[in-house]
């Protein structure tokens, strides 16, 4: 499956104000964030949508995912049942799982990703059971060399370690990244590694 022309489209900037893409040598590690990059960011988008349908305040539930929710659930310390129920108590989490899973899409370089050979790694903010099963959906489940995801590493981005690990797996090859959060981008210029901003401006963020 590849992204529409629309999608394609909808990309303001993949910000390479670097060496060009015909200068990354064979060695080179292409990482690609999921959410808002590879994929669109579902996540935010399902929360708001389903909290707007409770009759919550999209705004507040929001703010409890950022502020008691999210590391914890992100890093792999609280089970994705109760984080669900955290954020929407006494809905079926079964349920709230289809309705997110239903909810993504491809992202604004998707077919970029999907469409070149270059050795490729994902790294993402995410749960395991939420985001494999979308990369065999959108037929990416070869498409990385390795799959790196929060919950299984116990650490979240814009952590240092994040990006640590990364070049300790990586060893002595270029590594270049590709993430929506400009956070993240500037940490991992800070341990070293090439970092670029992509930029959909049909999805407002809600870090």
């Given at each position: 499956?590849?992204?529409?022309?629309?999608?394609?489209?909808?990309?303001?900037?993949?910000?390479?104000?670097?060496?060009?893409?015909?200068?990354?040598?064979?060695?080179?590690?292409?990482?690609?964030?999921?959410?808002?990059?590879?994929?669109?960011?579902?996540?935010?988008?399902?929360?708001?949508?389903?909290?707007?349908?409770?009759?919550?305040?999209?705004?507040?539930?929001?703010?409890r995912?950022?502020?008691?929710?999210?590391?914890?659930?992100?890093?792999?310390?609280?089970?994705?049942?109760?984080?669900?129920?955290?954020?929407?108590?006494?809905?079926?989490?079964?349920?709230?799982?289809?309705?997110?899973a239903?909810?993504?899409?491809?992202?604004?370089?998707?077919?970029?990703?999907?469409?070149?050979?270059?050795?490729?790694?994902?790294?993402?903010?995410?749960?395991?059971?939420?985001l494999?099963?979308?990369?065999?959906?959108?037929?990416?489940?070869?498409?990385?060399?390795?799959?790196?995801?929060?919950?299984?590493?116990?650490?979240?981005?814009?952590?240092?370690?994040?990006?640590?690990?990364?070049?300790?797996?990586?060893?002595?090859?270029?590594?270049?990244?590709?993430?929506?959060?400009?956070?993240?981008?500037?940490?991992?210029?800070q341990?070293?590694?090439?970092?670029?901003?992509?930029?959909?401006?049909?999805?407002?963020?809600?870090?």
């Open positions: 499956m590849t992204a529409s022309a629309t999608t394609k489209q909808r990309i303001r900037s993949v910000d390479t104000s670097g060496p060009s893409s015909a200068a990354w040598g064979d060695d080179t590690v292409l990482v690609f964030d999921a959410h808002g990059v590879v994929l669109n960011r579902a996540f935010p988008t399902f929360v708001h949508r389903h909290a707007a349908a409770r009759g919550d305040d999209p705004r507040r539930v929001w703010r995912w950022r502020r008691h929710v999210r590391l914890d659930c992100w890093e792999g310390r609280l089970e994705v049942e109760e984080a669900w129920n955290r954020l929407f108590p006494g809905d079926d989490a079964a349920t709230l799982d289809r309705g997110l239903a909810s993504y899409a491809p992202g604004p370089i998707f077919d970029l990703v999907a469409n070149s050979d270059r050795r490729a790694w994902l790294l993402s903010n995410h749960r395991s059971e939420w494999l099963p979308q990369l065999e959906r959108f037929g990416l489940e070869h498409r990385f060399e390795r799959v790196l995801v929060s919950d299984v590493l116990g650490v979240a981005k814009p952590d240092r370690e994040v990006f640590r690990v990364v070049r300790r797996r990586a060893g002595h090859g270029r590594i270049v990244l590709f993430d929506d959060s400009s956070r993240n981008v500037s940490t991992a210029r341990v070293g590694i090439e970092a670029y901003q992509v930029v959909d401006v049909t999805a407002g963020r809600t870090e």
